[in-house]
């Protein structure tokens, strides 16, 4: 992007982060691989040169060569929102390189279970404390799935008539079980805020470094007050 570019994304964020305030939402920008901001010097760059926020989103920082503990300690009073994903540094590593794609790292368990991966949380949890961050934690973990899943509820038996014994109910261990790898879709902890939480990640040519289209278009995550979830425009 030409400097004048960059100078109008900024200039654009910031209007946006303000036309939200008028409507009591935050706006914040989300990094994510294959957009526009990705890498950690674009990160820093939005940031020093606009007012809008930041979602903390550890597993796409630390892709784009973050050091995220760092990152929090220097932009701590910008996080609006984290998303907090543990990953494999080893292969994270690889990605700026070029000697792994996006899609053979999630294929390869480089997004791990939160506690498994090189992520620093629990300094990450205290540096936002000390900011006094009062936003959404939502807990993510990035897979890729090459078949349908397991059904994981059993069905209930067929009514029979009054005569009729009512099936047993299988046992416990004959019930699918989900693998332990895989938490709970949309996990979403912490308080909630009186401000509406929003972001943006403005597009790039996704297949720009050999990847599947990863993103398409532009994506808005808004997060109103009262509702413990994402939801995606």
């Known amino acids: 992007m030409t400097e004048e570019g960059w100078a109008t994304l900024f200039s654009n964020l910031t209007r946006i982060r303000e036309a939200c ?35 903390l989103d550890t597993g ?24 907090a994903k543990d990953v494999r540094k080893d292969m994270a590593a690889k ?55 397991r059904p994981t509820v059993a069905r209930w038996p067929t009514p029979r008539r009054a005569s009729t014994p009512w099936p047993r109910w299988p046992e416990a261990s004959s019930y699918p079980v989900p693998s332990p790898a895989l938490p709970s879709a949309g996990q979403v902890t912490g308080r909630r805020s009186e401000r509406g939480r929003c972001q943006v990640s403005p597009s790039r040519q996704a297949d720009r470094r050999g990847d599947v289209g990863q993103v398409d278009d532009p994506l808005l995550h808004v997060l109103r007050h009262g509702r413990a979830r994402d939801s995606y425009l």
Not at 24 to 42: F, I, L, R, Y
Not at 116 to 145: H, K, S
Request: aromatic share 8%; glycine share 12%.
């Open 60 to 83: 796409h920082l630390t892709a784009g060569g973050a050091d995220v503990v760092e990152l929090v300690r220097k932009y701590a009073d910008r996080v609006d929102i984290v998303h």
């Open 95 to 149: 990605l700026l390189p070029g000697e792994l794609t996006w899609s053979e790292g999630i294929k390869g368990g480089m997004f791990t279970p939160i506690g498994q991966g090189d992520i620093d949380f629990p300094t990450i949890v205290g540096l936002l404390n000390e900011a006094g961050f009062d936003g959404y934690w939502v807990l993510e973990q990035d897979i890729m799935l090459d078949e349908e899943p």
């Open 21 to 55: 305030a008028a409507k009591g939402v935050t706006a914040c920008v989300h990094p994510h691989w294959g957009t526009m901001v990705q890498n950690v010097d674009e990160v820093e760059r939005v940031l020093d040169n606009s007012t809008v926020g930041l979602c």
